[in-house]
C-alpha cells in the first residue's frame, strides 16, 4: 500500500522529486512519508509537523497516512542528523519511490 | 463533517466571498490575493481536520490538499464528477498542471515569502524597495490564463461543495 500511495503522489504533484517510506517504528496501520519537494518554499522555522491523513477510519480498511513534505535542504539537513525528524520517526530501513 | 471541519468551511466560505467581492469591484490584487489565499489554506484546513486531529499550523497545504484529493483511494468516480471531470485519471492529470500555481499562490504569504513578494507587507523588510499595493504579481498573470482560470472553478466549487466530500 505504501508504494501505491507513493507513485500515487509522485504521479500528481510535479514538485515531489522523492518519496522516503519509513516503516521503522511505524504502527501496523501507519504509513509514515517523508517527501522531498522542489516547489516548496524555504522554510525558515524548520518546524517539522507532518500531515495526518485518515483514510477508512472506523472500518476494516483503516489506516494513517503521515506526510511530511521537505525541501532539498532540509532533507540534506536531515541526512547529516542536523535536523530533527519528527518524534519516533527514524530512517533506518527507508524505502525510496522516484518518479 | 465534524464540528472542527465546519468551522474552518465556514471561514474559508467567508473569506472566498470576500475575494469575490473584491474581484467584481476591482480591488488592488494584493487583496484579492490576500483573500484567495487564505480561502485556498483553510478549506485545506477543513479537510485535514477529517480524522478530528489538527493540521499543521503552517500557511501551506492547499497543494497537499490538492495532492490529497487527487490519490484518495475510495469514490474517485464520485470525487472526479464534483469537479466536472469524467474519469478519475483526468482530474489527476489536471492537478498535476496546475499545482505549480498553487505553489505559487501558497508562497506569497508573508511566512513563505522568503522576504520577496507578499500582499501585506512592504519588501524588503530592512530597506523596503515595493509595496504589494502596485506590484503586479506574477501569480496573478498565472491565475488569468488557461489553467489558472480553471483552478478558480475549482476553488469555488471545493468550497462550495465541501460537504460533499469532506469525510471522503
Same mark, same amino acid.
Given at each position: 500500500m505504501a508504494r501505491w500511495y507513493a507513485m500515487e503522489h509522485l504521479k500528481t504533484d510535479p514538485g515531489i522529486r522523492a518519496i522516503h517510506y519509513l516503516p521503522k517504528g511505524a504502527g501496523d496501520r501507519e504509513i509514515r512519508f517523508i517527501e522531498i519537494n522542489t516547489l516548496l518554499a524555504d522554510r525558515t522555522d524548520d518546524s517539522l509537523e507532518p500531515i495526518d491523513f485518515g483514510v477508512n477510519m472506523g472500518s476494516e480498511k483503516a489506516h494513517r497516512l503521515f506526510v511530511l513534505d521537505v525541501t532539498e535542504k532540509q532533507w540534506t539537513r536531515m541526512e547529516s542528523g542536523e535536523l530533527t525528524l519528527p518524534n519516533g520517526w527514524s530512517l533506518a530501513d527507508k524505502a525510496t519511490y522516484k518518479k | 463533517m465534524n464540528q472542527y471541519q465546519r468551522l474552518w468551511w465556514e471561514q474559508a466560505a467567508c473569506d472566498y466571498e470576500a475575494y469575490d467581492r473584491m474581484r467584481r469591484q476591482g480591488f488592488a490584487k494584493c487583496h484579492k490575493l490576500q483573500?484567495?489565499?487564505? /480561502?485556498?489554506?483553510?478549506?485545506?484546513?477543513?479537510?485535514?481536520?477529517?480524522?478530528?486531529?489538527?493540521? =499543521?499550523?503552517?500557511?501551506?497545504?492547499? $497543494?497537499?490538499?490538492?495532492?490529497?484529493?487527487?490519490?484518495?483511494?475510495?469514490?474517485? *468516480?464520485?470525487?472526479?464528477?464534483?469537479?466536472?471531470?469524467?474519469?478519475?485519471? *483526468?482530474?489527476?492529470?489536471?492537478?498535476? @498542471?496546475?499545482?505549480?500555481?498553487?505553489?505559487?499562490?501558497?508562497?506569497?504569504?508573508? *511566512?513563505?515569502? +522568503? +522576504?520577496? =513578494?507578499?500582499?501585506?507587507?512592504?519588501? =524588503?523588510? @530592512?530597506?523596503?524597495?515595493?509595496?504589494?499595493?502596485?506590484? *503586479?504579481?506574477? $501569480?496573478? /498573470?498565472?491565475?488569468? +490564463? @488557461?489553467?489558472?482560470?480553471?483552478?478558480?472553478?475549482?476553488?469555488? $466549487?471545493?468550497?462550495?461543495?465541501? =460537504?460533499?466530500y469532506a469525510d471522503t
Amino acid at each position: 500500500m505504501a508504494r501505491w500511495y507513493a507513485m500515487e503522489h509522485l504521479k500528481t504533484d510535479p514538485g515531489i522529486r522523492a518519496i522516503h517510506y519509513l516503516p521503522k517504528g511505524a504502527g501496523d496501520r501507519e504509513i509514515r512519508f517523508i517527501e522531498i519537494n522542489t516547489l516548496l518554499a524555504d522554510r525558515t522555522d524548520d518546524s517539522l509537523e507532518p500531515i495526518d491523513f485518515g483514510v477508512n477510519m472506523g472500518s476494516e480498511k483503516a489506516h494513517r497516512l503521515f506526510v511530511l513534505d521537505v525541501t532539498e535542504k532540509q532533507w540534506t539537513r536531515m541526512e547529516s542528523g542536523e535536523l530533527t525528524l519528527p518524534n519516533g520517526w527514524s530512517l533506518a530501513d527507508k524505502a525510496t519511490y522516484k518518479k | 463533517m465534524n464540528q472542527y471541519q465546519r468551522l474552518w468551511w465556514e471561514q474559508a466560505a467567508c473569506d472566498y466571498e470576500a475575494y469575490d467581492r473584491m474581484r467584481r469591484q476591482g480591488f488592488a490584487k494584493c487583496h484579492k490575493l490576500q483573500f484567495l489565499q487564505m /480561502s485556498t489554506e483553510k478549506i485545506a484546513k477543513a479537510y485535514f481536520w477529517r480524522n478530528g486531529k489538527a493540521p =499543521p499550523k503552517t500557511n501551506a497545504g492547499f $497543494v497537499q490538499f490538492l495532492r490529497f484529493l487527487a490519490t484518495i483511494p475510495n469514490e474517485r *468516480d464520485r470525487i472526479a464528477g464534483l469537479f466536472a471531470f469524467r474519469r478519475f485519471t *483526468d482530474f489527476q492529470t489536471w492537478i498535476y @498542471s496546475v499545482q505549480p500555481i498553487a505553489y505559487a499562490l501558497e508562497r506569497i504569504t508573508p *511566512d513563505l515569502a +522568503n +522576504n520577496g =513578494p507578499n500582499p501585506e507587507y512592504p519588501w =524588503p523588510h @530592512s530597506a523596503p524597495q515595493f509595496a504589494p499595493a502596485k506590484y *503586479d504579481f506574477e $501569480v496573478w /498573470s498565472q491565475l488569468e +490564463n @488557461s489553467n489558472g482560470r480553471h483552478l478558480m472553478r475549482f476553488i469555488k $466549487v471545493a468550497i462550495e461543495k465541501f =460537504p460533499e466530500y469532506a469525510d471522503t
